[in-house]
């Protein structure tokens, strides 16, 4: 057994102290950490001022394998879900094939398991194909190895009311919630950017919030009508912030997701056509980031999702309209919501913790992730420099695709060591291979 | 200033050095001999990815009025359609050492990123790019009612001067419409006031900050006695089936100009048509065909404003004022 001896370490940004890992677990918190016999033996790591987060947790990744592997694959996926200090992440189903049955779910799950970066948990695809019609085999995938606990279409919206009424009360037999892209698709048939003055000037056709906002408040009146939970992903708007607020005073078992991006960047960026700021829901205006930055702030707003989505290059080396929606963000993440939330003193690093890491896998099912940092609870474990800056990189990066929003940003906090069970997987800022 | 993509590129004292050297141009172009030396050996590509057959031969004309070598390239294949990507068909046209790309593309920014890609050294012109801008049409609109609105009637040189003092409607499409967007930059930084008439549908969400008024009303914004009116070309089809009026005969009776709008208007007021037209729709053919319609005349002042446009961004950036590349 090899332990890790964090000396000096901050948990959740408090006062200083030492943690000592082993097994796979939290050993010792506090000054006896040092004097024990596993510390002996522990690799000792001297983090002091450094933050201590448990392991981040993502509701919302596009790993892109099977299908897409010129863009993403589970292994490329892992490795950044580990350098931006991530320790388990959630496979979105619009993969080719569709991860709708047991089969592509195990398959991917097993990929996870093969690369050893991170937890990989699949997402099941709601609807056959995405095609948004019938059911999908949510039991089968529910029951497989692989156990998702988390339905989406994500990248599609699940349009007919009473498709998504059915997948509202069948998930509950598993425990399962269904995780909404809230886009009425009739509103945005030709959709390009966030509706508003900036579409207006450029000519480029709208995305308006209404279409996002009137989803959501269908959705949250079906799930208090059937009793179910229903998780609201990427939320964009004020609007939809408002609705989730009122569905909460309601008693409706409804969390939301913001994304890094929408708590940082606005529609005046599509200003340049370059299509790196594409992504889907759009950027928003500056009064909509202070919304989801206010609900993310009072718990509105549940989790952030990275909604990371590589693509090759070519897919945004050209006009804005024939580019694919979506950027990466599972190594800017952190550093995004620190930049957003914490140096702004919306937020402290406890909160960070409840936001991208315990909440988002209690709404995943994840029993061993999220865990509170605490002896004898599983070390999975993040550990920041929040005194770190640094200047985004797309080639530096280990997505195996560049369609960052961050590049030449210069952005704060980095992440100097993730444990994965126990294991490193980041030291130094550097990928640990993972013992075979 | 390296290429012309948009009107809110241009400054005042830029946007009447253009219309100054067009007017120049313009009058060479009453000669017997119409041909220029001024850019022998210089390569212009007209790369149109969506079809125009008259802008491209307007742009055309003005090249080889003044000497240069021109390209046509239709590109029928865009990336949207999974032909040959914008990225390749720039970096071929670079090869063949294109001094100028005029570009015409479906997708509004396409010049943008082609002047910004490096894919192309060559000066950009923005041909029109989707629903985005439409540069040289409001140049050409300008001139046209610099000519008539300040010059002829004035009886004065309109060199040197703007459009200061004119009311300006522009009616139809707005939404769908490079040449309405393009138009309210210029026009407005020639000093004029512009009016916009359409049906709701038909005006952008986010139009609050455009330096112009919105009217819903055709009617009481003839009545005001406007200088110049400009109709949109509306697109039967993109209309009808993306309903944004219940029929053409509703849009027609509403925001068509036929012969008893024509009579409330005063005897100085010009009639503008970008073309191509679609007559009994928003303009009737007494509209189209009587004396106040200058739309014969735009297309002439086409090739005078896109010869000064390609004269001045190949051979005299130094001379354009507020240059900022």
């Known amino acids: 057994m090899t332990a890790y001896l964090l000396q000096g370490v901050r948990p959740l940004g408090g006062e200083p102290t030492d943690v000592l890992v082993g097994d796979g677990t939290i050993l010792v918190i506090g000054a006896t950490a040092a004097g024990t016999a596993e510390a002996t033996e522990a690799e000792r790591l001297d983090v002091s001022g450094l933050v201590l987060l448990p392991g981040l947790v993502d509701l919302h990744t596009h790993l892109r394998e099977p299908g897409r592997e010129d863009a993403e694959t589970i292994a490329s996926g892992s490795r950044a879900a580990a350098l931006g200090g991530f320790t388990c992440v959630h496979a979105m189903a619009n993969t080719l094939p569709v991860a709708d049955t047991a089969g592509v779910v195990e398959q991917v799950w097993q990929l996870g398991r093969d690369a050893g970066y991170v937890d990989v948990r699949p997402v099941g695809a709601v609807t056959a194909g995405l095609g948004g019609e019938r059911l999908a085999e949510l039991g089968a995938m529910a029951q497989s190895h692989a156990a998702v606990r988390v339905f989406s279409d994500d990248g599609k919206c699940v349009a007919d009311p009473v498709v998504m009424r059915r997948a509202l009360e069948y998930a509950k037999a598993f425990d399962a919630v269904i995780a909404q892209h809230a886009q009425e698709p009739r509103l945005t048939t030709t959709a390009q950017m966030h509706e508003g003055q900036v579409s207006a000037e450029l000519g480029l056709a709208g995305w308006p919030a209404v279409a996002e906002e009137a989803i959501v408040a269908r959705d949250v009146l079906l799930a208090e009508h059937v009793g179910s939970r229903l998780h609201v992903l990427h939320l964009s708007t004020a609007g939809s912030v408002e609705i989730v607020r009122w569905a909460k005073t309601r008693g409706i078992d409804v969390t939301a997701e913001v994304t890094p991006h929408h708590l940082y960047l606005t529609d005046e960026r599509v200003r340049s056509y370059d299509p790196v700021f594409k992504v889907n829901p759009p950027l928003r205006t500056a009064a909509d980031v202070e919304a989801v930055r206010a609900g993310l702030a009072d718990g509105t707003i549940d989790t952030v999702g990275t909604d990371h989505a590589p693509h090759p290059r070519e897919d945004k080396d050209c006009e804005w309209a024939a580019a694919a929606f979506g950027m990466t963000g599972l190594e800017t993440a952190l550093s995004v919501v620190q930049a957003a939330m914490v140096d702004t003193g919306a937020m402290t690093w406890a909160d960070v913790a409840r936001v991208m890491s315990a909440t988002p896998a209690r709404i995943g099912r994840v029993g061993d992730q999220g865990r509170p940092l605490a002896v004898g609870e599983p070390a999975n474990l993040t550990v920041v420099d929040p005194d770190a800056r640094r200047v985004v990189v797309p080639a530096d990066q280990a997505t195996a695709s560049v369609n960052t929003p961050f590049a030449g940003m210069e952005l704060p906090g980095r992440v100097v060591a993730t444990f994965l069970h126990g294991r490193p997987t980041v030291m130094d800022g550097r990928l640990v291979e993972p013992a075979t | ?82 032909g040959e990507s914008l990225k390749d068909t720039a970096l071929t046209l670079q090869a063949m050492g294109a001094d100028a790309v005029v570009i015409r593309h479906q997708a509004s920014g396409a010049p943008h990123v082609l002047a910004q890609s490096g894919w192309t050294r060559g000066a950009v012109l923005n041909a029109g790019d989707g629903t985005h801008q439409h540069p040289t049409q409001a140049l050409l609109d300008a001139y046209t009612l610099r000519h008539h609105l300040v010059g002829l009637r004035a009886a004065t040189d309109p060199v040197g001067r703007d459009l200061a003092g004119l009311d300006v409607v522009i009616v139809g499409d707005i939404l769908h419409s490079r040449v309405a967007r393009s138009n309210v930059e210029l026009l407005h930084t020639l000093g004029a006031t512009v009016t916009l008439v359409a049906p709701p549908t038909l005006v952008p969400v986010g139009v609050e900050p455009w330096p112009c008024a919105v009217s819903y009303d055709f009617d009481e914004v003839l009545d005001a006695g406007p200088d110049a009116v400009m109709m949109l070309r509306i697109q039967r089809e993109r209309m009808v089936d993306g309903g944004f009026f219940p029929s053409p005969w509703e849009y027609t009776r509403n925001y068509g100009l036929d012969a008893r709008r024509l009579a409330r208007l005063p005897d100085h007021t010009i009639v503008l048509h970008p073309g191509p037209m679609n007559r009994g729709l928003e303009i009737s053919a007494d509209a189209a065909d009587s004396p106040r319609a200058v739309i014969v005349e735009q297309v002439a002042n086409g090739v005078a404003v896109r010869m000064a446009a390609l004269y001045l961004l190949l051979t005299g950036a130094d001379h354009m004022q507020g240059e900022t590349e």
């Open chain 2, 1 to 82: 200033m390296k290429h012309l993509l948009s009107a809110s590129d241009l400054s005042r004292d830029e946007a009447v050095l253009i219309l100054d050297t067009a007017a120049a141009m313009a009058a060479t172009q009453e000669r017997a001999i119409k041909k220029l030396p001024t850019l022998r050996g210089r390569t212009v590509v007209n790369l149109f990815f969506e079809d125009s057959t008259r802008t491209r031969i307007s742009f055309e004309t003005a090249a080889k009025r003044l000497s240069a070598d021109v390209i046509n390239f239709s590109a029928r294949g865009s990336s949207v359609s999974k």
